[in-house]
């Protein structure tokens, strides 16, 4: 759009002549200009301006900045009225003078930036032609209908482009005169008085700054709202009210014409329905609505709706309430159904009203909550699934009542319901912490034939129930299954299965664990390599062993308590006495202190050895590092008291055994029999073997053989020298 084709050269050289006071007339308005007043103008709605929309016009005009500007004043005179009748400014109408006023101040920037080159006086002289138009148009019938009509009928004295922008113009101008007005009402309610109660309120319950703010404006205008709204009522009542006295009018003049009139007006106002023919059919964005399907949708829909939207307990008042608070009040040896029953026969309860019922159990006494959500597995309306039953036995696992889970899965097969994947690796973790290998392993292999691929927790808890039960191939086993499917075993995996390679003396099992760690990134570690040094022991070969712990310092790693008593106890097995003095001899002088594993390690020697009195002064050792001996050593010194007569240690040491007997060992057990058995202590040996039996462990061959020999012979007991 070029407004330079506004208008003609002819015509701005006429507008560059116009000086003085000129009328400009046309066919009903005369335009006197009179001597210019200059005003600032900011009004504050044109930056967030929005023209009106046109359809044969989509693009609307660009936004102008503001600027200051001079406004040629205006005085409108209609023809019709006398010439020598003096306007007066109170007679001025105050919305046309805002409209007016704002239209020549945007018409001002779009002709300056169009004609840079002309003055300021011919650009007044533009104006003064544009207004004398739009107030020609505005006097046949208003802004309204000049805005409404003006697309319509473009002006013969305006070219196409120029009308168009002129209309343009006149939008924007009543919109934000539309916006000031409201700006203005929106005044009034920010100091009304519930406005201000409201916000008075609000700051004494501590909010302030921007949030009161913004709180005081929502509520300006939500007050703004209603009030638009209920005269908007008013207005259509009104409306209706006058249509109402129209139709009586009419209803007058109809009585007063002829019986003809009124007969053919009657039979006009004779309507009847078309017959229907078929069913009726909904139509809504092309879909047919009356399809049998769309109900089943509905069905649907309503049903999903039941299952997302959270439901609401029903409300506990009177003697319900009260049975409520008996039930919470309940004790652990207490019977709940009684109670239950009449609570059940009261609120007739929904599903949500037993999960409400329970979750404040739960918070209260944690022990009856467990009680009473079993026995409401019973219920028919708490609705009972599969979900249910596997959170109690994960709650009871986590505490460690495997009997208490065994009772609800007992139930849950009972009623029919086979575990899922969920339920199944709850077993898993569960069992595998208790230790019960074979039920861990059923667990494990249900999840597998159900398609579940087991994760990482799952792994690990698999391969410590194999660790735990001393079968750390089987669980390395399940580590190569990890590297397969691209898991990566972590630290404390690898370490675990490590430690039950060295106890169990597999030498291949311990060295492949510390290939794969070293091929996983893990560099050898102090603890790694005294694990060797114990695996190398246990099997029987202190040479590797004593490779291993020479290479450990090699690498920078000082032997530490532990390492020491594993390379010690290696050269026990072969019975190298020397070697392990002339080690200890060689670590003192580095500055090793043996520690109480060592003197553990060298106390059980010397009594094997039956040095009973060597012994004893390493137990004044152990003793003066403020440490209790282990087990370990109470069962050697139970042996060898036993086997040097001494009785009355003897006892004591046993007494400190028997104590303990859910940390023995089957060779443990046989090692104390036995020296009962070489000492003359024949009830003691056979108590004792009662112990192992029920333990579960069966003792070997020798010890039933000796045990048999000792009861018929008359063994004489040793004395202690």
């Not at 739009?134 to 697309?151: C, N, P, R, W």
Request: with cysteine.
């Amino acid at each position: 759009m070029n407004l330079k084709l506004f208008f003609s050269r002819q015509s701005i050289n006429s507008i560059r002549r116009f000086n003085g006071v000129r009328t400009i007339r046309n066919s009903s308005t005369t335009i006197k200009p009179v001597p210019i007043s200059h005003t600032i103008h900011t009004p504050n709605t044109h930056q967030s301006h929005s023209p009106f929309l046109n359809p044969n016009y989509p693009i609307p005009i660009p936004f102008f900045s503001r600027f200051i500007h001079s406004v040629q004043e205006t005085i409108l005179n209609n023809n019709s009225s006398s010439s020598n009748s003096q306007e007066s400014p109170e007679e001025e109408d105050g919305t046309m003078n805002e409209f007016l006023s704002r239209f020549v101040w945007i018409m001002r920037g779009k002709l300056s930036e169009v004609y840079t080159d002309y003055d300021k006086k011919t650009i007044d002289g533009m104006l003064l032609i544009i207004v004398g138009k739009v107030v020609s148009e505005m006097d046949k019938g208003g802004l309204e209908q000049m805005l409404g009509t003006a697309m319509a009928t473009p002006s013969d004295d305006f070219s196409e482009d120029l009308w168009r922008t002129v209309w343009e113009v006149s939008n924007e101008v009543l919109k934000d005169m539309e916006k000031a007005a409201k700006k203005e009402r929106m005044k009034t309610f920010l100091q009304s008085e519930e406005v201000k109660e409201m916000c008075k309120f609000a700051g004494e319950a501590g909010v302030r700054g921007d949030l009161l703010r913004e709180l005081r404006f929502k509520w300006a205008r939500e007050k703004l709202e209603e009030t638009e709204f209920y005269q908007s009522l008013e207005r259509l009542k009104e409306d209706e009210a006058k249509e109402s006295e129209t139709v009586s009018e009419g209803a007058a003049v109809n009585e007063n014409g002829s019986d003809f009139v009124m007969g053919e007006e009657e039979k006009a106002k004779v309507v009847s329905l078309p017959t229907r023919h078929g069913k009726i059919k909904y139509r809504i964005y092309g879909l047919d609505l009356s399809d049998p399907k769309w109900a089943e949708v509905a069905d649907k829909i309503q049903e999903t709706g039941e299952i997302i939207w959270p439901q609401e307990p029903k409300p506990i008042y009177g003697k319900c309430k009260i049975v409520t608070e008996r039930i919470l009040s309940l004790g652990e040896e207490d019977d709940p159904s009684p109670l239950l029953a009449e609570w059940v026969e009261l609120l007739q309860p929904s599903r949500i009203d037993w999960l409400t019922l329970l979750d404040r159990l739960r918070e209260k006494n944690t022990r009856v909550y467990f009680k009473i959500a079993e026995t409401v597995l019973a219920e028919e309306t708490f609705q009972t699934n599969i979900r249910d039953y596997s959170k109690l036995i994960d709650a009871h696992a986590k505490d460690n009542r495997l009997e208490d889970a065994e009772r609800i899965l007992k139930k849950m097969s009972e009623n029919g319901i086979i575990p899922d994947i969920l339920t199944s690796t709850v077993m898993v973790h569960m069992y595998s912490k208790a230790g019960n290998l074979d039920r861990a392993k059923q667990a494990f292999e249900s999840l597998k034939s159900q398609g579940f691929q087991p994760d990482m927790k799952v792994y690990n808890s698999m391969i410590m129930a194999y660790v735990t039960a001393n079968q750390p191939k089987l669980g390395n086993l399940l580590v190569r299954e990890m590297e397969t499917r691209d898991i990566k075993p972590t630290n404390e995996i690898y370490m675990a299965l490590f430690r039950s390679f060295a106890q169990c003396g597999d030498v291949d099992g311990a060295l492949s664990i510390s290939n794969e760690m070293q091929f996983a990134g893990v560099q050898p570690s102090l603890e790694s390599c005294a694990l060797l040094v114990e695996a190398f022991g246990q099997s029987g070969k202190p040479d590797k062993a004593r490779n291993h712990f020479d290479y450990m310092i090699k690498l920078g790693h000082k032997p530490d308590d532990r390492c020491t008593a594993s390379m010690i106890a290696a050269y026990e097995k072969n019975n190298l006495l020397d070697k392990a003095l002339n080690l200890l001899l060689e670590l003192e002088k580095d500055g090793f202190e043996p520690g109480v594993m060592t003197y553990s390690v060298l106390v059980d020697w010397l009594a094997q050895l039956q040095l009973v009195e060597e012994a004893e002064d390493l137990l004044g050792k152990i003793a003066e590092q403020g440490e209790a001996p282990p087990l370990k050593v109470h069962i050697s010194l139970c042996d060898m008291y036993s086997r040097a007569g001494a009785e009355k240690k003897a006892l004591q040491a046993l007494g400190v055994v028997e104590a303990k007997k859910d940390q023995l060992g089957p060779q443990d057990f046989e090692r104390v029999i036995n020296g009962l058995i070489k000492g003359g202590f024949k009830q003691d040996a056979k108590r004792i073997h009662g112990l192992m039996e029920a333990q579960g462990y069966v003792a070997s061959e020798p010890v039933r053989v000796a045990l048999t020999a000792s009861q018929t012979s008359n063994y004489r007991r040793p004395t202690m020298r």
